[in-house]
């Protein structure tokens, strides 16, 4: 499935938003440099979604995906979360 993704600013941070989908937002810890957090809107199911599928992953309550920026990025648990965000909406209909 193709998603059209906008890039933008939400709360001074950057957001991508898809039109069938919720909205990431990416930044780093406030007080921790390294580690930045992958944000969803947490009334959603995605980050429980996540859990289940990638239990590997460090989480923040239901908002967010915590990654270290001195390991190695998880590429295809993120490519996959990122799509399940994007289609959120879409997917719920």
Sequence with gaps: MDVEVEETLR??????ISKGGST????????????VAMFFICHTNLI??????????SYEGNRAILLNVRGRL???AL???VSLALTYRS???
């Design 11 to 16: 709360w001074s941070q950057p957001a991508y």
């Design 74 to 76: 998880p590429e295809d």
């Design 79 to 81: 490519r996959h979360c």
């Design 48 to 57: 429980a979604t996540f859990r289940e599928l990638y239990p590997e992953l």
């Design 24 to 35: 990431i937002r990416i930044d780093r810890l406030k007080g921790d440099a390294s580690r």
């Design 91 to 93: 997917r719920k209909k």
